[in-house]
């Protein structure tokens, strides 16, 4: 009798902790993403969609050591292409978060190298794009002189619409990326257009189109330099040797 009293003691003991284990662990394991890898050599990051996920978090290292802050994502895939500038062993991390805020384990896909050359063309491939997204585009205008592209017609930096207000990825607004380029969605699921915005304490421009601009962009007069990211430029030489002020202007 003792025997099957340890008997179910122990069968009732087992269930009580699978039930508590299931209910501690329901929202990592509901949340699980899997089939995380690189879409060919493109630079983006593919898994399988999660039907219980809200959305992704996602993040990139180079050579163990992280290139870009973790960004929410509202699809299975991402471009990491602007990122991937530069020699190494690169790889990315997922994980799906839930309707309330509940956040799945982090999975890593299997590592990429590129060269300094590959590098390069991967991330030029992807400032370059002109296809897709919410419009038919992206701007990339030339440099000081070069006056034939569309300007964002705003006026600036500091003297742009909303210029006092610094939008936050931490308060719904988020970015996004399709085929066409990278752009940028309020929490209102509007998205800013022909016009120069402030996120997270950095300028950006984004055309016409409503993608984000890239390289010198003329306004009002006026040459500002985007970086690869978009993220403009100030108080330094850009790239082809021009210097920009504190305004992110170009300094003649």
């Not at 662990?25 to 809200?54: C, H, K, P, Q, Y």
């Not at 292409?81 to 790889?91: I, K, L, P």
């Not at 050359?117 to 992807?126: H, L, R």
Request: aromatic letters at 14%.
């Amino acid at each position: 009798m003792r025997k099957t009293g340890n008997w179910i003691s122990g069968v009732l003991l087992a269930m009580g902790m699978i039930l508590a284990g299931t209910v501690s662990g329901f929202a990592a394991t509901d949340l699980n993403v899997e089939n995380v890898r690189w879409d060919g050599d493109s630079g983006s990051g593919i898994w399988t969609d999660n039907t219980s996920a809200r959305y992704y978090q996602v993040k990139l290292y180079r050579n163990e050591s992280s290139v870009m802050s973790t960004a929410s994502v509202y699809d299975n895939s991402y471009d990491f292409a602007s990122h991937m500038t530069r020699r190494g062993n690169y790889c990315f991390m997922v994980r799906a978060v839930g309707s309330r805020s509940e956040k799945g384990e982090w999975v890593s896909s299997d590592t990429m190298f590129l060269t300094a050359e590959e590098a390069d063309d991967i991330s030029y491939d992807y400032c370059h794009s002109y296809s897709g997204g919410p419009g038919d585009g992206k701007y990339v205008s030339g440099g000081p002189g070069d006056t034939g592209r569309n300007p964002a017609g705003t006026g600036g930096p500091g003297v742009a619409a909303n210029s006092g207000q610094d939008f936050s990825t931490a308060q719904g607004n988020h970015w996004c990326i399709d085929q066409g380029g990278k752009w940028f969605q309020f929490k209102d699921g509007s998205y800013p257009v022909g016009r120069w915005v402030q996120i997270d304490g950095t300028w950006y421009c984004f055309g016409m189109n409503g993608y984000l601009r890239c390289g010198w962009i003329e306004d009002s007069g006026k040459w500002y330099y985007t970086d690869s990211n978009g993220a403009m430029l100030v108080n330094t030489r850009t790239p082809d040797g021009c210097y920009v002020g504190g305004d992110g202007a170009w300094i003649h």
